[in-house]
């Protein structure tokens, strides 16, 4: 990027910082304050998917976590720390899990091509391929087939978040808490609720209940 690119960055910056204080003069002074967001946002990396603007919240309204493909995985301590932060000091009240259509992360987990170290990465995403094999592949298409791996690829990490010591030991405590799992399209900017929402430990499978092993 050039040095005159920046400088239309910092530009832009400045008129966006001058639109919010015309809409609301307090509005930095109320932002710097503190932040108590009742949402955590899971979601990809893909610079298509704008947490605040696809939902219509302002910052400090979303907390937001994001990475290739949408993951959370069990040893990913950068996705375990934003989670735990989310839930025991802002307690937020809702983890939603957003994927999209189209995603680069999983395109490239479908086919078996080399992409590099990624690779490693999006070994999560080809687990979810192998154990919906026989679904995935009665779809007539391509194009079929990754967007069903896109949903169901939402809906695992959905179950990773319930499976977390974090999100069961806020259920133990009582604390109101619900994982959801939404994609997004890029063809027509609308969200999509999958359906799969958790809300407590009982709508978890026994062997991934630890709830009652913790003090």
């Given at each position: 990027m050039s040095e005159s690119s920046l400088d239309d960055l910092f530009r832009n910056n400045r008129h966006w910082a001058e639109r919010a204080k015309s809409k609301d003069p307090h509005f930095f002074e109320k932002l710097a304050a503190q932040q108590s967001p009742e949402f955590l946002w899971i979601g990809c990396s893909d610079s298509r998917v704008p947490a605040n603007q696809i939902i219509g919240l302002l910052p400090g309204e979303v907390f937001v976590h994001r990475n290739v493909a949408n993951m959370v995985v069990h040893t990913d301590f950068n996705c375990l720390t934003v989670l735990q932060y989310a839930v025991e000091i802002l307690q937020v009240k809702h983890v939603i899990v957003v994927?999209?259509?189209?995603?680069?992360?999983?395109?490239?987990?479908y086919y078996n091509e080399d992409n590099g170290m990624i690779d490693n990465w999006l070994r999560n995403i080809k687990d979810v391929q192998h154990l919906h094999r026989e679904q995935i592949e009665e779809l007539d298409s391509d194009g079929?087939?990754?967007?069903l791996l896109c949903e169901l690829n939402v809906k695992k990490q959905v179950a990773n978040v319930c499976h977390t010591t974090i999100a069961?030991?806020?259920?133990?405590?009582?604390?109101?808490?619900e994982?959801?799992?939404?994609?997004?399209?890029?063809?027509?900017?609308?969200l999509r609720d999958l359906g799969c929402s958790v809300s407590k430990v009982e709508q978890i499978t026994d062997v991934y209940r630890v709830?009652?092993?913790l003090g």
């Open positions: 994927g999209h259509y189209n995603c680069g992360g999983v395109r490239a987990a079929e087939r990754m967007d069961q030991r806020a259920w133990a405590r009582g604390q109101s808490l994982v959801h799992g939404w994609i997004y399209s890029l063809a027509d900017g609308l709830v009652h092993r």
